[in-house]
């Protein structure tokens, strides 16, 4: 397959919470660059080889989702890191387990997950392959 992907975008409310939460609490390292579009510096949040870049809901750039809205998304992050070691994470910054551990089907064979909220109210997964 020659697909991959490369990145997604989140649509938020208050882009300060999404980086506190994205970052100081899933890891992930905040990054800003300048739009080759229209040279306005923008925010994204990387992990691995991809990353999230954040548009404000008062002001998304172009182009943009057809109807761009905060708490749409529904996204799984597959972990190195346990399920139960997250669980003391999120309990530790006060973040109610929506669900599980519970065993799903994911991309590639069975998931150990968890479910969580971010600041927005999109649904986050996080799980383990071969736990």
């Known amino acids: 397959m020659s ?7 989140i649509t938020v409310t208050d882009i300060n919470k ?3 939460f994205y970052s100081n609490i899933l890891g992930m ?3 800003e660059f300048l739009s ?5 510096k923008r925010k994204s949040l ?3 080889i991809q990353k999230i870049n954040l548009h404000e809901a008062s002001k998304p ?3 943009h989702a057809y109807k ?8 799984c992050f597959l972990s190195e890191k346990n399920v139960n070691d997250w669980i003391k994470i999120f309990d530790k910054f006060d973040i109610k387990i929506e669900d599980g551990p519970v065993i799903k089907t994911g991309a590639n064979g069975t998931i ?4 969580v909220r971010d600041p927005d109210k999109n649904l986050i997964e996080i799980s383990n392959q071969n736990y």
């Open 3 to 9: 697909l991959f992907i490369d990145h997604v975008v």
């Open 18 to 20: 999404s980086i506190h």
């Open 29 to 31: 390292e905040l990054q």
């Open 36 to 40: 080759t579009t229209d040279n306005v």
């Open 46 to 48: 990387k992990f691995g």
């Open 61 to 63: 750039f172009k182009p």
């Open 68 to 75: 761009p809205l905060p708490g749409t998304m529904d996204i």
């Open 112 to 115: 150990k997950s968890i479910y």
